[in-house]
């Protein structure tokens, strides 16, 4: 459910959010598409980059129709549950990276 509510905000969105979205979901299937193979540490990167822009960028979604749970706050919520699902130890996220 948390891939098919990504998929409507990707949908929604323009610029880098879309474009953050893409590189992940793309990141995402390559990852589900070879059996037993351990998830990639960068999808994190990934998957924090699209946090930070769907948090960052109010206006990189523009609302199309009647999406399921397309909604920026609902979309967010399944980034995070797919965060928390594929990186259980990871630390927590942090809304500015950190250097």
């Known amino acids: 459910m948390n891939i098919a509510t990504i998929r409507g905000l990707r949908a929604q969105s323009q610029g880098a959010l879309a474009d953050a979205l893409a ?3 793309q990141a995402l299937a390559r990852h589900f598409g070879q059996a037993e193979r351990p998830v990639p540490p960068a ?3 990934k998957i924090d980059r699209a946090l930070r822009l769907s948090l960052d960028d109010a206006g990189a979604v ?3 129709g009647a999406l399921i749970d397309a909604d920026p706050v609902t979309a967010r919520a399944a980034l995070v549950a797919l965060r928390r699902n594929l990186f259980p130890a990871a630390p ?3 809304p500015e990276p950190r250097t």
């Open 62 to 64: 523009t609302p199309r």
């Open 92 to 94: 927590d996220f942090a």
């Open 43 to 45: 999808l994190l990167g």
């Open 23 to 25: 590189r992940m979901m």
